[in-house]
């Protein structure tokens, strides 16, 4: 992950990005459907899921999306806006495989930038689609506790410095005091 956005001018259609693995953890699964209040039995109980036609749980639509944000701002860092997320789903995420996904810069125009990506499992192909973002003009930097650390360093340099000249002034106050004194 990121701490620093890339800017617009960084980025140019047919660059990379860097595959992400996901194990398939059946907490994940379970977890993250509960996390978003999709209690539908397919996505926690394998008995239900089975009668249903399923080899197992499965994970929801919710959980790919938000992967495939996380995919994005991890590469593009955190003062990304994603402005569209368009995607299919296609395999099914069953618990045990691991789905790895990639993507390209296929387009941009207008100051939006256009990735196409895909997800893969065992099976195939879980999700494809694009998502469109902006990225700031200039490069931003983030911190956890909101850049309270880098000011309170800048505040302890500017004090060192304004300390450090202190002493250098007396230092030169002395030297001048204590050659006036000798020629005397």
Known sequence: MSTTSLRYDDVQVGDEIPALE??????L?????????DYQDVH????????KGS???FMNILTTNGLVGRYITDWAGPNTALKSVKIRLGAPNYPGDTMVLTGSVIEKADGVVTVGLRGANSLGDHVTGTVSLTLPDLPIHWSADGGKAEKAAAKAEAKAKKDAKKRHDKKAKDTKKSKKGSKK
């Open 55 to 57: 080899q197992d749980i």
């Open 44 to 51: 926690h109980d394998p008995a239900l899921a089975h009668e």
């Open 22 to 27: 996901i194990p398939l953890t059946r907490t």
């Open 29 to 37: 699964i379970v977890a993250t459907a509960i996390a978003s209040r």
